[in-house]
């Protein structure tokens, strides 16, 4: 990839109390789960659609009608919920932290694919999968031990709840950390 040709993405911006827990949860328990790149924590996010490279017109174009639509939404809660992973049970690529189901993320997201998909950018048709990556590449002879899987909770055990109210737009720079570097932002 030219230095010129990033990859582009919607996705949750975290506040920073969000990327300031699950870092040091990361902290506590990275020993015992020995994946081969950890995500830096001003990276984590959660991702709303992946667009790839975009021309810079219709990404502009794009990014006006996002900022349009989200002028007219209302911040919502989330509240972290399990840890997870993508890829093989025994030797996983993605290690990530889960939210709790939610009908406001799930709305925005479909909103937000929508006129994506409106403006001929070719997306990732999985389903969503609401997750916050921690990290990449299981790096061990041991079977990842997915029976242990903790819930996030506060100190206090209970639950960790966050309001979201941002939205960014982020570039990929592969050769930096960390390598999100946010393009536009929208706060509603």
Request: charged share 25%.
């Amino acid at each position: 990839m030219t230095d010129n040709k990033h990859h582009y993405f919607f996705a949750i911006k975290l506040p920073n109390e969000v990327k300031t827990f699950l870092n040091r949860w990361v902290q506590m328990h990275n020993t015992q789960y020995p994946f081969k790149r950890w995500v830096h924590p001003e990276d984590y996010h959660i991702t709303l659609a992946f667009l790839g490279f975009v021309e810079k017109n219709l990404l502009e174009k794009v990014q006006n009608q996002v900022g349009d639509m989200l002028k007219h939404e209302d911040s919502f809660d989330l509240t972290l919920d399990e840890i997870g992973t993508f890829g093989s049970k025994k030797s996983p690529r993605i290690f990530w932290a889960g939210v709790k189901e939610s009908e406001e993320l799930n709305l925005l997201q479909k909103k937000i694919f929508k006129i994506c998909l409106e403006s001929n950018l070719n997306l990732d048709k999985k389903p969503f999968n609401p997750h916050i990556t921690l990290a990449r590449k299981w790096e061990s002879n041991q079977v990842f031990p997915s029976e242990k899987m903790p819930l996030l909770k506060n100190s206090e055990d209970g639950d960790f709840s966050f309001t979201v109210s941002e939205i960014a737009l982020y570039e990929t720079h592969l050769n930096r950390t960390p390598k999100y570097k946010e393009y536009a932002l929208y706060t509603f």
